[in-house]
Structure formats: C-alpha cells, structure tokens
C-alpha cells in the first residue's frame, strides 16, 4: 500500500470528558497530515455541557448522544465504527490523550517494519497530566500480563521494557489496548467491536478475536501517543449508571447489569465456547493463541515468560508448567515513619509489587483510597497482605503511593523473610 495518501480514521469514544477537544487539536496539529485524518466522534454528554466545535468541519462524523443514553465505551467504538467509510487505517484512542510530532507519519513507518500482512501496533501509552505545562516524556511502555480475576479474566497491566532492552523496531505483543490501536482500515470489518461488552475483559476479548482473525500484535518501539490515567474529577460511565439513578428513572439500565453480562460472555469466549455474536475467527485457534501468550484459560495461569514480560511467542514449557505455578501469600510490613510525606492524605492508589530473586514482578496489587482508609491511624508499622500465584518464591516487595494532587511519590522497598512468605494449599 502507498501511505504517501492513505487516510486514517480515528475513533474517539468520550463521555462526558473535557479532554475531547484539547485531544482533538493535538492530534490535529501534532500530525504531519491533518488534511488526510478523518474522525469518528461519539460525543455522549449532558445539555449543560459544551457542544463539539468541530461538527461542521467535513474531516468529522459525530454522534451527539445524551449521557443518559449511553451504553458504554464498548457500545461507542461499535457505533463509531459504523461511521467508517472505507479509509486505508484505523486508529482508536481514548479522549484524554496527547501526541508526538509527526505521530502519523511514525505510525505508518513502524507498520512496515512490522513486515506483517495484517498488524496491530498497540500499547498502553505513557503517562501525562493535562495542564498549561504538559510534559510528554518517558519510555515507551508495553502491555504486560498481570494476573487472573476470581472469575478468569485477564488483568493487564502497563511495563516497561524488560531491563536492557532498547527496540529498535516494534516489539511482539501478547495482548491490545482499547486506548491506542492501530491497524489497517479493514479490521473494522473483520473484528468489529462487540458493544455488549463494558470494561473488564473487553480488551482480553479483542485480543483473541483478532489473533484468530490472522491480525498480528506489536508494540511500538517509541512513544507516539501519551494518555492521562489520573483524570481527576472525571465523570464516569459507572459513576452515572448507578443504582440511584437507575432507580430514579434517570437511566435505564445499571453499569453493574450491563459489566455482569459482559463478563459472562467474555468467560465463554476465552474457555472456547460458543457466544451468539462477536466470536472468534478461522485463521488461527483459541489454542494457537494461548500456545503464543503462554497463557492458560482454563487453569487461569501464566507462564514465566509471560508473567516477566518478555518477548512472544514463548519458548516450549516443560510438560508440567501448570503445576509449577503455587498459590503464595505474603505480608509486607511497612514502618509508618517511613512512608513519604502526605502519602495517605489524598490517595489515587498505592502500588504493592512482589519481586522475585531477579527483580521481576510477580504480581502488583493497587490499593485503591477506600482500601488505604484503614490504614489512617497511630500504629508504628502497616502490615499488609497479598495473595497470588507464582512459580517462583517472592523475594522483595516495593510501595508506591500515588498522590491525587502531586503525582507519584517517593518508592519504598523491602525484603521478604521467608517467615512472611508461605505456600497455600491448593483446594481440592
């Protein structure tokens, strides 16, 4: 395909987010060729808020939805995709997101090197905090395998790139994400997006919908996209579609019924059962897919490749991978003196990351404010616990507040005695 003239449909599904236009006239002024974009806008607000300014210009196709009948993320990028008219690229991006210079260009530069018929360049994107003084810097990051849900479903999580490795062309992914994809015009076509699906494992399903359709998976060796994560004061889908207003006729329908039904047919798709809608393709199996990512549906477990994040496909496990990988838990104890200062006045979250004996994570767990609550007191130490699994023994643990107002904060770390860690035994 010549790029020199294709065109590049973006995707942008908002809610309610005041990020929409700056996002927009980034993208627009950040791109070599803002006369070749073309943009499919669902813009799901309330009439007390302000309209899109860029509904005449003819680059825009937009969706004004009211807030109240929004259905979801998931159900915007389907209804977006709707609005596709046959441009050469597809890019989806939340509507909270920054971009680097020549962002365009440095796409299609990196879709061939990729040297694959059909790929994906995908990741989560570095951080940024929106402001008057926007910094746009750090590594470029890729999508790591973090754990299982109580009910199956893989937890993401972003990473850098394992220690001394610096691409120099994009990188073999196991897993999309939902907020920054690029890929050919077609896949709109070929993996249309699913709009029952709500959060939790919309992008696990994605994943396996385009391995099995032939799409190859790729991060980019460079931050091209950058996405706030924070996003302070936002309204949320599931802050909205709540009991309260459901009960109130605000809404129709409760975020909680919709995330259920969401994740029951994730469950089916990921175990290789039939859904009615939205399945897998026929150029590769479930099980190529899992043989890939070094992944286990059905027992819910990861390979160490997998879990150390390193490059697929994975090598041939041993026979009995599974059965290596044991239920641990650790208690992790915190002197309260040593905690940075302000650590528990306005909390976004704290990371906890268990390391094993070479530095790798094993698992990460993120306190959200409510779950720190209890930990506002007078005690000399804070003791928490975490629970996982793992082939190989913890070894060190790292804490990470993350302040609302200043950012990250200072990183604390420490051993494991082997009198705090200890093998569960597994249930019959």
Not at 53 to 78: H, I, K, M, N, T
Not at 266 to 280: A, I, T, W
Not at 407 to 423: H, I
Request: hydrophobic content about 40%; some cysteine.
């Amino acid at each position: 395909m010549d790029n020199e003239d294709s065109l590049i449909f973006v995707s942008i599904a908002a809610y309610r987010d005041l990020q929409l236009v700056p996002t927009v006239e980034d993208c627009l002024q950040k791109a070599s060729n803002p006369e070749l974009l073309r943009f499919g806008v669902c813009w799901q607000h309330g009439p007390d808020e302000p309209a899109f300014p860029y509904s005449d210009d003819p680059r825009f196709r937009v969706l004004d939805v009211d807030w109240r009948e929004s259905q979801g993320a998931c159900w915007a990028r389907a209804e977006i995709m709707k609005l596709w008219q046959g441009e050469d690229w597809f890019l989806q991006i939340d509507s909270h997101c920054r971009f680097a210079t020549h962002w365009d260009t440095r796409l299609l530069e990196e879709m061939v090197q990729t040297n694959s018929e059909r790929p994906i360049l995908t990741t989560y994107a570095a951080p940024f905090v929106p402001g008057r003084q926007e910094v746009l810097a750090g590594s470029p990051l890729m999508i790591a395998f973090q754990s299982f849900t109580s009910d199956g479903l893989p937890k993401l999580k972003p990473a850098e790139f394992p220690a001394g490795e610096k691409p120099s062309a994009p990188v073999r992914a196991r897993f999309l994400s939902a907020g920054f994809l690029f890929t050919l015009g077609l896949f709109v076509e070929e993996v249309p997006y699913d709009p029952e699906l709500y959060f939790m494992g919309e992008e696990s399903s994605m994943t396996v919908r385009a391995f099995t359709t032939g799409y190859d998976l790729f991060h980019p060796h460079e931050s091209l996209v950058w996405h706030d994560y924070l996003r302070n004061d936002a309204r949320k889908h599931w802050g909205d579609h709540n009991e309260e207003n459901f009960a109130a006729n605000t809404v129709g329908s409760r975020w909680s019924d919709r995330d259920k039904r969401s994740r029951n047919k994730v469950q089916l798709l990921l175990r290789g059962n039939p859904v009615d809608s939205f399945g897998l393709g026929t150029k590769r199996s479930l099980a190529d897919y899992e043989q890939y990512a070094g992944l286990s549906f059905r027992l819910c477990k990861a390979q160490l490749p997998t879990v150390r994040g390193l490059e697929p496909p994975n090598a041939e496990p041993p026979v009995d991978w599974a059965e290596r990988i044991l239920p641990w838990i650790a208690k992790v104890t915190v002197p309260r003196n040593a905690l940075p200062a302000g650590a528990l006045d306005d909390p976004a979250f704290w990371y906890l990351g268990i390391l094993d004996d070479q530095g790798y994570e094993i698992t990460r767990v993120d306190l959200e404010a409510e779950k720190l609550v209890p930990l506002r007191g007078d005690s000399e130490e804070l003791v928490l616990f975490c629970e996982f699994l793992s082939e190989t023994s913890p070894q060190r643990w790292t804490l990470w507040p993350l302040s609302r107002s200043r950012g990250w904060l200072d990183r604390l770390e420490g051993k494991l005695p082997p009198e705090d860690c200890a093998v569960l035994e597994e249930e019959a």
